[in-house]
């Protein structure tokens, strides 16, 4: 999770510098408000979908291991 958590920031400091650049009045509002910056505060929308998407994720790998070792091994793998 720390990893997305660090992807994310990279991402964010990109998406800063571009809308920074824009001459657009709606960007520039959007930065002036702070929005961009309230996303990822602790138990913020951020976090949430880090969550869901690490857990989502756990659970396809650990549906698509199983599956392998039940069609793979004799009795599941138990020795």
């Given at each position: 999770m720390q990893i997305?958590?660090?992807l994310f920031q990279e991402e964010k400091r990109f998406l800063?510098?571009?809308l920074t650049a824009s001459k657009r009045k709606g960007t520039r509002?959007?930065?002036?408000?702070g929005k961009l910056h309230e996303i990822d505060r602790p138990g913020g929308p951020l976090e949430k979908a880090i969550r869901y998407?690490?857990?989502k994720n756990l659970a396809d790998y650990?549906?698509?291991f199983n599956?392998?070792?039940?069609a793979n091994f004799p009795?599941?793998?138990?020795?």
């Amino acid at each position: 999770m720390q990893i997305i958590r660090e992807l994310f920031q990279e991402e964010k400091r990109f998406l800063l510098e571009t809308l920074t650049a824009s001459k657009r009045k709606g960007t520039r509002d959007l930065i002036k408000k702070g929005k961009l910056h309230e996303i990822d505060r602790p138990g913020g929308p951020l976090e949430k979908a880090i969550r869901y998407f690490y857990n989502k994720n756990l659970a396809d790998y650990n549906d698509r291991f199983n599956t392998w070792r039940m069609a793979n091994f004799p009795k599941g793998g138990i020795l």
